[in-house]
């Protein structure tokens, strides 16, 4: 029997529309929903490969209870409750609630599950030792969208489809399929932009595929692309380019402090630390004014490197001296259906953000969004005294492989006491858990981008059911989560799942109608909760934050509106528009203004000139960045035949002139080394590279023992985390400094026969 199931893509992103065939219960095909509202049939080799995720052999069906020997057994669930329930009521017996951590990986922001039920079991926990890939990825971007417009889901996205100019510095969309910027196709979408007369500008110290793609490519300095916006925001006023609009002219606060901070950095002082002269920094400033539309727009390259947030929050100060802040073809806000903190509550006014509310225990390093960096968990296990992490919950998360010297992780994670892994394979972190408990094939379970579409390039909503049903005595990842959150809430192992869904649910509810601004406020919360009957799990929660969102049909008060069942009747997805103006009511500043210069950015100014000097003295030495690929978003994925199928994937690059200089050859091996530690890769030599810069990709380093990852291991790579320091860190955000890392490269010389 052949039938056809439609899903959208939790893999990466872009959030893409698949078609799948489904024959004898089996993914024999998969192919773009040419009729998928956002994506209209597009589709990357990730999205063709579900089938092959779905089969895997190595993905873990069965709860695992790790031996004495460090060999695993598969267990019941009650076993592996029972074995969670002990251990952890004798820690919290001996050390108390701070000695629980938990850390969240990547792959939860595309689980419905992870989301929703994952904050339960934070809760439940009632620790402070908070964290997640967020410290070594995006953290910095959101972090001065809350300290300017007032939430941290605040972050304005390039309008690719109407605009006309481009600015991208240190982010390789082609690649990723958009970060922190949710859009399918963005090869058409940047064609479409030079089709229609546009202009695109790529800042990298590679020459990256949307470089390739680009109008103009400039090569920069790894580390200095703060001193480069700042040079530019320089221009706009020096030359009298600066113009905010009437739109935004009433709703600015600190143009003037603004103006003051860039007198240091003009181009002709900037030129020698970014290695891009001063005239092309004028030019480009020029350029960038006098474009019709024009956003600017930066990723992991900006965010993951010493001056990630000074970096992030001079992007948004260019797209509004340049007047494209909140207007079409310019940087836009999304208004998510499912809603979020900018779509809720008074518009236009709200609390902004607190930062450093409270310090790591060891290095004191500041709380951001509830979360500590997850640099410090290593120093947090191993270091004696009060407070010390005893156990740890891990959530689709790959921290040994992801973080800085994650060597030394994978040895402290062995002295705890418990240690929880909710994932689907036995890989480098899970291999030290006591229980590993498996959530289903993500084609086994219902999916909405809760946390992507906050990011799309268009207002739209899709939801995705399970293609095929739960395996008899599987649970769901919710059910999962909510069993842990019963069980460290004091119920044991057999806490009721119903019963704490119910309670989420109760709890979700409630909080909507006490809203000011919702459409239920002040109604009955046990009315609301009889209307999203008989839904239960995720689909109720999804439910009720689409009927109460800025779309919503309002449990009634606003007839037609979203619901769920909408978007079960359109299976291609919802397409709910362009991106809009929404300022004012979108900001959620305490003074309800753009803060053009709070105060935790302006601090790090000075720091940012002294730079300058420091750059101006470096020592002519190679620097590491990374680089992202096509196949590969999370370490898991180099376990899927289609996805590590061809050439090489974990290589160090380097310019022809380096090369020639340290005597490498192009694939031949070579060892590149820091002063934390080396890895063994092969040398690709090419000119796509900026002499002086080498990049390695991350999430390789697959040859540990006790991994069963069969496909990885034959592709194993190295792990470029171990040349990083986990010492190195943001100082606003604890992100940790994953590109600008100095390194030296040399053959590796093979050993002399015996």
Not at 137 to 152: E, I, N, R, V, W
Not at 160 to 171: N, V
Not at 572 to 597: C, F, K, N, S, Y
Not at 673 to 698: C, F, K, N, Y
Request: proline share 7%.
């Amino acid at each position: 029997m052949t039938t056809t199931a439609l899903r959208t893509c939790p893999l990466c992103e872009a959030t893409c529309g698949l078609e799948l065939t489904i024959e004898d219960g089996r993914v024999t095909k998969v192919r773009g929903d040419a009729d998928d509202v956002f994506s209209k049939g597009f589709i990357c080799p990730k999205g063709a490969s579900l089938g092959e995720l779905h089969d895997d052999p190595n993905r873990l069906r069965s709860p695992m209870r790790r031996r004495a020997d460090g060999t695993f057994e598969a267990v019941s669930w009650e076993e592996a409750f029972a074995e969670i329930d002990e251990r952890l009521r004798a820690v919290d017996a001996a050390h108390g609630r701070q000695a629980f951590a938990a850390y969240l990986g990547n792959p939860t922001a595309h689980s419905l599950g992870g989301l929703l039920y994952g904050r339960a079991l934070l809760k439940a926990l009632g620790t402070r030792n908070i964290y997640s890939a967020s410290t070594v990825d995006q953290f910095p971007k959101q972090l001065a969208s809350a300290l300017m417009f007032g939430t941290g889901l605040s972050v304005a996205i390039p309008d690719l489809d109407r605009t006309r100019h481009l600015l991208i510095l240190g982010a390789d969309p082609m690649v990723s399929n958009g970060s922190l910027m949710t859009a399918p196709d963005v090869r058409g979408r940047l064609r479409a932009i030079r089709a229609r007369g546009g202009k695109i500008v790529v800042v990298d110290p590679r020459r990256s595929r949307t470089a390739g793609e680009a109008d103009e490519h400039h090569f920069i300095r790894p580390g200095s692309d703060a001193l480069l916006l700042f040079a530019l925001v320089h221009v706009l006023f020096d030359e009298d380019l600066a113009d905010p609009g009437a739109h935004l002219a009433p709703h600015l606060a600190g143009l003037d402090e603004v103006r003051e901070l860039a007198a240091p950095f003009t181009p002709e002082a900037v030129a020698p630390a970014t290695g891009i002269a001063a005239p092309e920094i004028r030019r480009m400033a020029r350029e960038l004014a006098a474009a019709p539309t024009a956003a600017v727009y930066g990723r992991i390259g900006t965010t993951t490197q010493s001056f990630g947030t000074a970096a992030s929050w001079l992007i948004d100060v260019l797209n509004i001296l340049t007047g494209n802040l909140d207007r079409p073809g310019g940087a836009m806000f999304n208004r998510p259906a499912a809603g979020s903190g900018n779509t809720q509550g008074e518009p236009g006014r709200g609390r902004g953000t607190a930062i450093h509310r409270w310090g790591s225990r060891v290095s004191e390093r500041g709380e951001v969004f509830g979360e500590l960096p997850v640099a410090c968990l290593t120093e947090e296990i191993t270091t004696p005294g009060e407070g010390q992490v005893r156990a740890l919950f891990t959530i689709a998360g790959n921290p040994v492989l992801s973080t800085p010297n994650g060597d030394r992780l994978a040895e402290a994670l062995d002295e705890l006491d418990l240690m929880v892994c909710i994932d689907i394979y036995l890989n480098e972190t899970t291999r030290h858990a006591h229980v590993i408990l498996p959530v289903p094939s993500t084609l086994e379970r219902a999916h909405y981008d809760v946390a992507l579409y906050p990011f799309a390039i268009r207002n739209i909503a899709n939801w995705s059911p399970p293609v095929f049903d739960l395996p008899d005595g599987a649970l769901d990842e919710w059910e999962i989560l909510a069993k842990l959150a019963g069980i460290a809430g004091g119920a044991g192992p057999e806490a009721d799942v119903a019963v704490i869904d119910d309670f989420i649910a109760g709890e979700a509810v409630r909080r909507a109608v006490r809203t000011k601004g919702s459409p239920v406020n002040e109604r009955d919360p046990d009315e609301i909760l009889a209307a999203l009957e008989p839904r239960v799990g995720p689909a109720r929660l999804v439910d009720l934050m689409l009927r109460t969102g800025p779309y919503g049909e309002g449990f009634g008060a606003n007839p037609g509106g979203l619901s769920l069942a909408t978007l079960e009747a359109a299976p291609h997805g919802v397409d709910l528009g362009a991106l809009e103006p929404r300022i004012p009511e979108v900001l959620r500043t305490e003074t309800g203004m753009i803060e053009l210069a709070p105060e935790p950015l302006t601090a790090e100014v000075p720091r940012l000139v002294a730079s300058m000097a420091a750059a101006g003295e470096a020592d002519g030495g190679l620097l590491l960045i990374g680089r992202r690929q096509l196949r590969s978003n999370n370490s898991w994925m180099h376990n899927i035949p289609k996805l590590v199928s061809g050439p090489e994937g974990c290589t160090v690059l380097v310019h022809p002139d380096d090369a020639e200089r340290l005597g490498l050859a192009d694939g031949e091996p070579a060892i590149v080394s820091s002063a934390r530690g080396e890895i063994h890769l092969t040398a690709q030599v090419t000119d796509d590279m900026m002499p002086g810069v080498v990049s390695v990709p991350h999430g390789w380093g697959h040859d540990l023992d006790g991994v069963e990852l069969d496909v990885a291991r034959a592709h194993a790579g190295a792990n470029v985390n171990v040349l990083g320091d986990s010492g190195e860190l943001e100082p606003l955000t604890g992100t940790a400094v994953l590109n600008a890392i100095p390194v030296e490269l040399a053959p590796a010389r093979q050993p002399a026969p015996a």
